[in-house]
């Protein structure tokens, strides 16, 4: 099989390591718009051969669309025209635009709409790591307008790559990355600029103050500005909604200090206590063989 | 050396493990309020044997009080009234309030004020682990108010627990602690919070959803509410301003999505992306032997 994988990042060169040790793909085709990541993608092994997207069509079996969303979403209209009777599987971590703008075309049962969802805070195809995806969950969604030879293809993908795949509608997805992903990583954004701004007269009290704790919470704010933005944007809607409800939590906090209501800070704290079996359960799981 | 660890929890608990397996300590002595934790301290071998608090002052040569700020509070000027000649550190991670307390004390030279910072989300005796504070930072505060030889002998156990001990005034350590750690702990209390509210109709989901980065932001939210709630509103003020700062930056993400505007929210993100080369330098750092 050959595998084509457009945007050799993060998530795309991992997705090749794998599906090449694996020996689902017998080789890979990288189409890279930017010439030193495709450079890096050549020597570390992650591509045989780099290709203009339109060769890249003609000469794979399976496309892989690993591009920030407002690109994918460039692209995928494009590949579509040409696909014949290939698969095309987009990762992004929004699925309602991108799903939505094809919904109508003649080969929409070529594609398929997934997001797995694993990754690091480092970006470009130096993060490309083995393994990246082992007993990771995998969403897709509208599972129903892929063809079912396409949608069966796409899963034995997946399954290469030791994802756990459940199946979910766009508009769903995008509400539950917004409350669960999306925010995390603003919230994390957010306390760098604090950190940073508060402490810019020395910023070496940082490195003596900082625990494991802070390394933990602002781990997310190393994320890449533009994978980022246009996932934010994409799913703004949702994304500020959830940030409603967290600035709502946030005056809670700052009410309880304000008045020094002890018994209201302990039962805020013990509210969100409960998170924690829910996290471990996930923790759990994800260590699963 | 016979030490007194009054409040054998994570932090305590975790000391007594160290100082003994090292021979600083030829014997640990435990004060604990609470009689399953006093339980699990004797059994899981943290404490030699249980003991009031008056007769712990009497039999030991190091006390340590490492309970929730308002409990150290408490008993550190009761502690002093009766300490002799022998040391008494406190634990807290709040620092001015309590130095303040006993800064008039006869004995304030017997007293060296301490944060050695390091824990886990875990909390209580069974949270308790060898090598907890290896490479770690300890700060000591107002360590010219310690008379020589106490403030040598605090040190020693330090250097026995391998810590990095820096020095600091107790104002500017509080300033720091909110802006570093306790405004870290505030945005995952809240992210928690946000997350059960929105999802409370599918906690389902968050399992599915919730990748790596949503456990590592989210992963302090499993502290403990009775030491967290001390920490908050002993440090209230410095608290507050951090959050401040923490809320105009949450605004500036939610105006840029509100106003779609990608260049502005590129530019916040790339501006939080800093704080990844300091997070960096302190986890070499810790990792360091």
Redesign the interface.
């Known amino acids: 099989m050959k595998v084509a994988i457009i945007g050799i990042g993060l998530i795309g060169g991992s997705i090749a390591k794998d599906l090449r040790s694996s020996g689902f793909a017998k080789s890979i085709i990288g189409v890279e718009a930017n010439p030193i990541h495709g450079e890096v993608a050549l020597e570390k092994g992650l591509v045989n051969e780099l290709m203009s997207l339109d060769n890249a069509i003609e000469s794979s079996d399976i496309l892989i669309l690993s591009t920030p969303v407002e690109v994918s979403k460039l692209l995928l209209p494009q590949i579509l025209d040409s696909i014949g009777n290939k698969l095309v599987i987009d990762v992004c971590s929004t699925k309602k635009s991108i799903t939505s703008l094809v919904e109508k075309h003649i080969n929409r049962g070529q594609y398929v709409a997934a997001h797995p969802?694993?990754?690091?805070?480092y970006s470009g195809p130096m993060a490309a790591v083995d393994g990246l995806f082992i007993n990771?969950?995998n969403?897709i969604c509208e599972k129903e307008k892929s063809k079912d030879d396409v949608l069966k293809l796409a899963l034995s993908l997946f399954d290469t790559l030791q994802m756990k795949t459940?199946f979910m509608e766009s508009d769903e997805h995008d509400v539950?990355?917004a409350?669960?992903?999306h925010?995390?990583?603003?919230?994390?954004?957010?306390?760098?600029?604090?950190?940073?701004?508060?402490?810019k007269e020395?910023?070496e009290?940082?490195?003596?103050?900082?625990?494991?704790?802070?390394?933990?919470?602002?781990?997310?704010?190393?994320?890449?500005?533009?994978t980022?933005?246009d996932i934010?944007?994409d799913n703004?809607v949702n994304?500020?909604?959830?940030?409603n409800?967290?600035?709502k939590?946030?005056k809670?906090?700052?009410e309880a200090?304000?008045t020094?209501d002890?018994n209201k800070?302990?039962l805020?704290?013990?509210?969100?206590?409960?998170?924690?079996p829910?996290?471990d359960?996930?923790?759990k799981?994800?260590e699963e063989k």
Chains 1, 2 share one sequence.
């Open positions: 969802m694993s990754g690091t805070e990771k969950t969403i459940s539950h990355a409350n669960v992903s925010l995390s990583h603003i919230s994390s954004f957010a306390l760098a600029l604090s950190v940073l701004e508060i402490e020395n910023p009290d940082i490195k003596i103050m900082a625990a494991g704790g802070f390394r933990s919470t602002v781990r997310l704010a190393k994320s890449d500005a533009r980022w933005e934010l944007l703004s994304v500020l909604t959830a940030l409800v967290y600035e939590k946030l809670k906090f700052k200090l304000i020094q002890k800070l302990n805020l704290i013990q509210e969100s206590n409960k998170i924690g829910i996290v359960a996930i923790a799981s994800a």
